[in-house]
C-alpha cells in the first residue's frame, strides 16, 4: 500500500522561528510536492522536486524554501515563521509518466504561527 | 493561466439521491483531470482519473466525464449515502512549456458535499 508521511499532524511556532516540515514516501516516486491549503484559497503549489536535489518554484514560494538531499524526502522550510504562513500543508508523491499516475497524497501538517 | 472552478461549492442532499458535481477549467490542453476527496482535517483521496483522450471513467457508485473542447467536467455520485459526506476536489494537469509539467496539479476550490440520512 503506498505511504506518504508527514512528521507532525499539528504544530504550533512563534514568529520568526525557523520551522521545518518533512515529507517521506516509500513508493520511490521521483516527483514530490508541496501545497498549502487555505479556506476559499483552495490547494495552492508552494514547490515541488523531480529528481534528487532539483527543485522548482510553484505558484507560491515566497518565504519557503525547499530541500531534496534523499528521493524518498522532501523538506519544506519557513525560514522565518509569519503569521499568514498559519495554514494547513499537504504533501504529495508521484512517479515519472504523469499520463498515468495520479498524485498520493500525505495527512496534512496544520501549522499555527502566533 | 490555467485556472479551475467547481459548482456549486456546497451541496446538501438527501441519501439515496443521485447527484452531479461539475468541474470547469479554461485550459484545454490538459494531460488529465483528476477528482479527488478530501475528509475533514485530512489529506486526498484519489477517486477518478480521466486521461484527456477519454470521455469518461466510472469506479463503483461514481461516474466521471470529461468534455475537453468546452473544458468541463462532472462528477455523477449514484444512490449517496452519509458516508459520501466529504469535500471533493477536481484538478488538472496541463501541459507547460515545451510539454512539460512534473506532473503538476492546478485544482479547484472544491465541493463541499453533506448527505444527510
Known amino acids: 500500500d503506498v505511504k506518504v508521511t508527514q512528521s507532525s499532524r499539528y504544530l504550533v511556532k512563534r514568529t520568526g522561528e525557523k520551522v521545518f516540515l518533512e515529507c517521506v514516501q516509500d513508493m520511490d516516486h521521483e516527483n514530490m510536492f508541496w501545497y498549502r491549503q487555505d479556506p476559499g484559497l483552495g490547494l495552492r503549489l508552494i514547490y515541488f522536486s523531480y529528481d534528487v536535489k532539483m527543485k522548482e518554484k510553484g505558484d507560491i514560494p515566497e518565504g519557503y524554501s525547499v530541500s531534496r538531499e534523499k528521493k524518498e524526502r522532501f523538506s519544506l522550510i519557513l525560514e522565518s515563521a509569519s503569521t499568514n504562513q498559519t495554514s494547513m500543508y499537504l504533501c504529495a508523491s508521484s512517479p515519472p509518466g504523469l499520463l498515468q499516475e495520479t498524485q498520493y497524497f500525505g495527512p496534512g501538517t496544520r501549522l499555527l504561527v502566533l | ?117
Open chain 2, 1 to 117: 493561466k490555467q485556472e479551475v472552478t467547481q459548482i456549486p461549492a456546497a451541496l446538501s442532499v438527501p441519501e439515496g439521491e443521485n447527484l452531479v458535481l461539475n468541474c470547469s477549467f479554461t485550459d484545454s490542453a490538459i494531460y488529465n483531470l483528476q477528482w479527488f476527496r478530501q475528509d475533514p482535517g485530512k489529506g486526498l483521496t484519489s477517486l477518478l482519473l480521466i486521461q484527456s483522450s477519454q470521455r469518461e471513467q466510472t469506479s463503483g457508485r461514481l461516474n466521471a466525464s470529461l468534455d475537453k473542447s468546452s473544458g468541463r467536467s462532472t462528477l455523477y455520485i449514484a444512490a449517496s449515502q452519509p458516508g459520501d459526506s466529504a469535500t471533493y476536489l477536481c484538478a488538472v494537469i496541463h501541459r507547460g512549456a515545451g510539454g512539460t509539467s512534473y506532473g503538476k496539479l492546478t485544482f479547484g476550490q472544491g465541493t463541499i458535499l453533506t448527505v444527510h440520512p
